[in-house]
């Protein structure tokens, strides 16, 4: 297929920081496929926090993406040519392709086929997708919660945050958030259901903050951040209860977190905590995925989009998302399916 492919190379790695010049946009000719292969044209890009570690070459889940290479992404595509028998011309895929307008398959990067009339297409990339999946088994399995609990969630109106409240008041419990800006706090309680919110940056005495806002104490923990809020809410920590670290946001690459010794709390409360990756959970994946569904489509999930034009804006999307300055789950609007 004639035509140009723009993609991003990554140039260097982020440890100082995140900062556009890491990135090259190039130009590449689209490519044609060949025996087995498939030519998926790329319509969505999930911008995710994930991303600063995947491109650092701290300790990480992951080696970090190879210089030279194109960025990594999750993606929604369309298949344009195909010489693949599972995916034909016209169907839309759920995959890992990256930052780039084109790319060519043998199947081994795209997660699954879409259907397009069970939910909206970027739907995949936040609740019915690896976002979705993360606030669901996260909480689920290692959080484990039980009704009347209380659960406090971080980042809570980020897109895994506030997957993660909802999910919480559906298994009947009290949700408390943590956000950083007064319209997130009415996010928060207005879109996702949380019983109470608290912006930290506003709060001049965080702990006891959450003292008020927990009354019986905190039975589930679901981290994104680390550092000084995770700091404040371990002191309101019940017997018994559950810390899922999912993200640490508020640490930075190669930093050694100072602060509060939670030796002391863990003991005393017999309380756990685990960190968690969704690659440990695979295999409840599909099980994860139908509950959702039923719930997004009963009107029970709800989620909010800041959607970006252009291939070029991603650099942007990913720094403005570690700043904190979105409103929902980040989105680069790719290109626009064909007819």
């Not at 993609?7 to 190039?26: C, K, N, P, S, V």
């Not at 290479?69 to 990256?98: E, I, K, N």
């Not at 994104?224 to 371990?234: C, F, L, Q, R, Y």
């Not at 989620?303 to 291939?311: C, F, I, K, S, Y």
Request: net charge negative; proline share 6%; charged share 20%.
């Amino acid at each position: 297929m004639a035509g140009v492919n723009h993609r991003y190379i990554l140039r260097a790695h982020g440890d100082e920081g995140i900062t556009a010049e890491l990135f090259a946009l190039e130009e590449a000719p689209v490519p044609e496929p060949g025996p087995g292969q498939c030519l998926i044209k790329v319509l969505w890009l999930s911008v995710d926090p994930a991303m600063r570690g995947w491109i650092s070459t701290w300790p990480n889940y992951r080696d970090p993406v190879a210089l030279g290479s194109v960025m990594v992404g999750f993606t929604v595509g369309q298949v344009l040519a195909s010489r693949h028998p599972d995916y034909p011309v016209g169907c839309f895929v759920l995959g890992r392709q990256g930052w780039q307008e084109w790319a060519l398959s043998d199947g081994s990067d795209i997660d699954r086929r879409l259907d397009p009339d069970q939910a909206p297409l970027t739907a995949h990339l936040h609740v019915l997708g690896h976002t979705g999946l993360t606030a669901y088994l996260g909480l689920m399995r290692v959080g484990q919660p039980m009704p009347g609990e209380t659960v406090v969630v971080s980042t809570a109106a980020g897109a895994v945050g506030s997957t993660v409240g909802q999910i919480a008041k559906l298994k009947g419990c009290r949700t408390v958030g943590i956000t950083g800006a007064p319209d997130k706090i009415a996010s928060c309680l207005k879109d996702f259901g949380y019983d109470a919110a608290l912006d930290y940056k506003a709060e001049p005495d965080l702990p006891a903050a959450l003292g008020r806002a927990c009354p019986a104490g905190i039975d589930v923990y679901f981290d994104n951040v680390g550092g000084e809020i995770s700091d404040a809410v371990m002191q309101h920590l019940n017997v018994g209860a559950r810390v899922v670290i999912c993200g640490t946001l508020g640490i930075l690459d190669g930093e050694t977190a100072l602060g509060p010794r939670v030796n002391r709390q863990l003991l005393v409360k017999r309380a756990r905590m685990e960190g968690f990756l969704i690659l440990d959970h695979l295999d409840h994946a599909e099980a994860a995925r139908a509950e959702l569904a039923q719930w997004y489509q009963a009107g029970k999930l709800r989620a909010r989009e800041e959607v970006v034009d252009g291939l070029a804006q991603a650099p942007e999307a990913l720094m403005r998302l570690l700043r904190g300055d979105n409103r929902g789950k980040m989105l680069v609007r790719v290109g626009a399916p064909a007819d």
